[in-house]
């Protein structure tokens, strides 16, 4: 029902005088035969899945959606396209750069003045464009629908999103985000259950990660500590590099950022923090008295870390004041996970907002959610090698095809199979049994099975284990008992 | 990790001076509180899919994912984003004009001479669109990959495309495809596959249906007994409307395509064909004496339909001459699905295709394929209500919050069950019990969990039914076997 013509065309492929009409394309000229094969390609950024990478990429998305399920999140879809008036001003100047905007359709470019700036153009001649992330569209949805949720409300969504960002590696222009949100409740048992999430994930993927916590309100703290709330962002950006650059590179920064030298040294002893997360804790307590955001910075982080300590997660948790990620909108709590053993920066990450759905209008909507990188996690397991074996069995048999007088049977035992849950193939085409059996091989199907006037009179097959070699006849429930 | 700043402009929202930035919306006013909720909506033909929307669609995709999957079919996606160049000219002119157009990035529209006739304009402002089939995509796959795919090559794609088609009832914007395609085998053993599946869908999914099957070559050899091989479009588009139209407008309408009196009675045994498909398939042989092309189609048709008699399928399959689906690129046989009990139009179509990738230079690749049409199947299971129940279930269990003190054993507990595979909640507050117990009603969990002092001290937990009312005190496991 959705097919259209794909050959209305065809002719004009074919006529190579036209073939001038295809200037993006490079043609080569293949030997065996007069055809030029175009050389095809898709946008930069983009890409094609072939069926390894999907099996493995579905490895991930099966893991990740299972743990979503099992905390009782629902599944909801957004349209991929949405309103520009939804998506612009949500991401910042940059993010407004980075949107696919989609052509109005019909002819309704004359009425446009194109000698304007084109930022004025672009409003009348694109009114949709696709969504940039799940965060505003799920906050779209929430408004949207806020007559039908119950709250609290737990939704995962695992879709594509888009950005027109300059492609390099890991970075893509179409690529999924699986995102997990809970809504509607201020309670610190939902971070404890976004941790035992992450931890549920990657122990279930066998990848070893560190999940580092810090909160918004201890760095608002902090700002305050020093002076200087107004410069909370610069603050933490600037120690937010304490790894990369050093201390006295940060200090020196700081400066420029606008701090004075002893505000500056007032930091010393928030970079001097050590032990376990409840001994910073203290030691921050006490830095912050009088300071009332600082401490419920501190009481939220010690009832959280309580809640860890009692569920025991297989992965380390630590307390992380130098991570600024998301600060923007992030209020609470905030959330990142790296891989111990492969440098490739954040594999999943999240925090908690007050105000989902403020850009709407709609007030006092507070959620917490994680967002997982499945692309990152895919580098990940790439790298671990840690994919499991025969993800991408697109047979697990194959019949091979002797030709007409056995197909009857051939067709019914197929049917067998796979009525008991095996995918199962039948050589479409009575061919040369090499043929046959090099197709087995460079598929990798496990097991092959010939039938003929033997098997048919006694209603067995003859089952081979390409792997071991061994081969067998059996009656037919018993071969699909051993596939199985 | 994806997440990026979404409350950059939330200060614009809230300020009522800037809010007339929001021409497209219609704001009202909260009498509850002062801020103004924003209208919000999604563009026209797209929707969004809340959970038991959503719990639907998935069963119903992943009956044919299983059924794909059986068939040792193999998952691929492509980029929802293609080249132009690749999608343009291959769906006819009226298709080009469905195709959602994406405006490039950067300031590139100064040297566009927009004085043109707009047509002429696109293509120097949008290189790229987005897919407007899984056919198309598939074709350039198959020619870019075609040095890492193994012949013959099964692949199934469920994807969402796009087309800016006017939007009605039944009709979207954005809607997903079901494909699963076969190519590099003339064997009509592929075709018999293909009806196997069509069958073990509708079965699966409890939908009675016919599937009605013609041939191309039927279809052209009609139009060389008449002495018209160059109207063979116009007499079958004519024949397609026999059901609705009946036989006299048929033949006026035959009239108005071109055909002459005499040519148009030749037509006559066709419509008189009656009985089994072997039956019909007789008397066509008899008329297509000398007739290559209509007794390549009669035995095709035949062989096809022995292999069908063999399986036995459980929905009625008939030879339907007047079905001409697909006529622009089917070559071999044409499928079309209709349900038997709700009047939707087709709910699956297909047919082989001699030169898939001929659009893209590359000769040879036969194929054949269906679609399935996952929102018209929706559709017709929401009219047969034919849903199972409990499909949408969230959470199976919901563990009611006392507080503090039994925490820790409660979120021991939700991890066992969890571990269990059961979907389990934590109602997040401390609120009254009143508020837990509704919302465990308003969102249907199943089975609610109590655990006080005596719980903890017995290792138990208290279990009520929320159908049945009924409640009892079990040992953890023996709550997990109840509810699993």
């Given at each position: ?13 074919r006529?190579f ?11 080569r000229?293949?030997n ?7 050389k ?6 983009t ?9 493995r990429?579905?490895y ?6 299972n743990?979503f ?29 980075l ?36 965060t ?12 039908d ?12 999103v888009?950005?027109?960002d ?10 999924y ?8 409740s ?15 994930v ?6 070893g ?10 760095l608002?703290?902090i700002a305050e ?15 937010d590099k304490?790894?990369k650059?050093g ?6 920064e700081?400066?420029e950022r606008?701090l ?6 007032l930091l010393?002893?928030?970079?001097e923090?050590?032990?376990s997360?409840?001994?910073?804790l203290n ?14 910075g501190?009481?939220?982080?010690r009832?959280?870390?309580g809640?860890?300590q ?23 709590a ?5 891989a111990?053993?492969v ?15 403020g ?5 006092n909507?507070?959620?917490v959610?994680?967002s ?6 895919y ?10 074996e ?18 009857a049977y ?8 796979r009525?008991n ?13 090499k ?7 460079r598929?990798?199907?496990?097991f092959?099975?010939f ?16 792997l ?6 059996l009656p037919?429930?018993?071969a ?5």
């Open positions: 029902m959705h097919r259209c013509s794909m050959y209305d065309e065809l002719i004009i492929v006529n005088n036209v073939l001038r009409y295809y200037t993006q394309c490079i043609f000229l293949n065996n035969n007069p055809h030029i094969i175009m095809c390609s898709i946008p930069k950024g890409r094609d899945f072939l069926p390894l990478e999907m099996a990429r579905n991930i998305f099966e893991t990740i959606r743990v399920k099992m905390f009782a999140f629902e599944p909801i879809e957004t349209p991929s396209i949405e309103n520009l008036s939804t998506l612009m001003g949500k991401y910042g100047e940059e993010g407004d750069k949107l696919f905007k989609i052509l109005n359709s019909g002819d309704f470019m004359k009425d446009v003045d194109f000698s304007q700036d084109y930022h004025k153009v672009v409003p009348h001649i694109c009114e949709r464009g696709l969504r940039y992330d799940l505003v569209p799920f906050a779209r949805f929430v408004v949207q629908h806020r007559d949720l119950v709250l609290p409300f737990r939704r995962y969504q695992l879709q594509p888009w950005r027109a300059r492609p390099q590696k890991g970075r893509y222009r179409e690529f985000q699986c995102d997990a949100d809970m809504i509607g201020e309670s610190l048992l939902n971070e404890l259950e976004l941790v035992q999430m992450i931890d549920a990657f122990s279930q993927l066998n990848v990660v560190t999940l580092k916590i810090n909160n918004r309100k201890i608002a703290g500590l020093v002076g200087a709330p107004n410069l909370l962002i610069d603050i933490t950006v600037a120690i304490l790894d650059i201390l006295d590179a940060v200090k020196a700081l400066a606008g004075t030298q002893p505000q500056i040294e010393n002893p928030i970079f923090l050590n032990g997360p409840a001994d910073k030691q921050l307590e006490k830095l912050f008295e009088g300071i009332e955001v600082g401490q419920k501190v009481s939220e982080m009832e959280l870390f809640y860890i009692s569920v025991q997660p297989s992965c380390s948790v630590e307390l992380d004041l130098t991570l600024a990620r998301g600060l923007n909108y992030y209020t609470g905030i959330f990142e996970v790296k111990n053993n440098s490739i920066g954040s594999i999943c990450g999240g925090g908690r907002y007050d105000n989902l759905t850009i709407f209008g709609m007030p909507v507070s959620g959610g994680i997982f990188g499945a692309d990152r996690i580098d990940v397991l790439t790298e671990l090698n840690g994919f499991p025969g993800l991408s069995q697109s047979a697990r048999v194959l019949f091979i095809n002797f030709g007409e007088a056995e197909q051939v067709l019914k035992c197929a049917a067998q199979f009525a849950g095996i995918a199962t193939l039948v050589y479409p085409d009575a061919t040369k049994m043929k046959q059996m090099d197709f087995a091989n598929k990798n199907i496990p092959v099975l039938v003929g006037e033997s098997e048919i009179t006694n209603h067995t097959v003859t089952i081979k284990n390409m071991t070699g061994e081969q067998q006849t037919l429930l018993d699909i008992a051993m596939v199985k």
